[in-house]
């Protein structure tokens, strides 16, 4: 809202605006920007979501499922979500089942786009500014810089951590404002597994994302 914007911490609005990043990257670049590898997949997600937000607005905000399809097609992609999921959970990772790590994925991702939906409404008149970014042919290891601006507010930092997969460039941390998103999520999922087990978590992961979508969650196996 645009209270939260003025707010000088802007702690909800920052948050909101880090899981939209990390979703979608939305914005448009400087006309004539000539971009590298890993800011090119930044600008194709971005591109693609951008359509979607011009035409089919209402159903971002109404329709779950769509929202999901569209995760599947544009977001997963493009992210190393098995790598997203381990470094949020951290050594708990280490110690859950295949079983486990299938079952916080879904709910992770989950609760990423219904956290997104929150969010869509704050996104309307932006575009993404691309910083230099210095890349070598043999480097397998990036951050794109980013400074996003919107009518009204102080430019925000936006940085998204790569790493080449093959001739692939995937996504797996985005930065806002210098704070990490999966840092901060790590933090609060590693303490809710050490007091709850990691299957109490998953459970807890289930009943935010029901109570978001008015469904009963399931349990995990």
């Known amino acids: 809202t645009a209270s939260t914007r003025r707010d000088g911490g802007r702690p909800l609005f920052l948050a909101l605006l880090a899981l939209a990043a990390l979703l979608w990257g939305f914005g448009s670049t400087t006309a004539g920007e000539s971009l590298s590898g890993p800011q090119q997949v930044v600008q194709r997600v971005s591109d693609g979501v951008r359509d979607v937000l011009r035409k089919d607005r209402r159903l971002?905000?109404?329709d779950p499922a769509f929202v999901h399809r569209l995760v599947d097609e544009l977001l997963?992609?493009?992210v190393d979500f098995r790598r997203v999921c381990s470094v949020v959970l951290g050594p708990v990772w280490k110690e859950a089942s295949q079983a486990q790590r299938d079952a916080f994925g879904a709910e992770f991702k989950s609760l990423l786009i219904n956290t997104y939906a929150m969010a869509v409404n704050e996104l309307s008149e932006w575009e993404i500014r691309y910083l230099p970014l210095r890349l070598e042919p043999r480097d397998t290891e990036t951050v794109v810089r980013t400074r996003v601006l919107y009518p009204g507010g102080d430019p925000i930092d936006v940085d998204?951590?790569?790493?080449k997969k093959g001739d692939r460039w995937l996504a797996y941390d985005v930065t806002v404002a210098g704070v990490s998103l999966l840092t901060n999520y790590r933090s609060t999922f590693t303490r809710m597994a050490r007091k709850k087990g990691i299957d109490g978590l998953i459970e807890d992961l289930a009943t935010r994302n029901a109570m978001r979508v008015g469904t009963s969650p399931s349990?995990?196996?």
Do not use: Q, S
């Open 160 to 163: 998204y951590r790569m790493y």
């Open 219 to 221: 349990r995990p196996e």
């Open 60 to 62: 971002l905000e109404t």
């Open 76 to 78: 997963l992609p493009n």
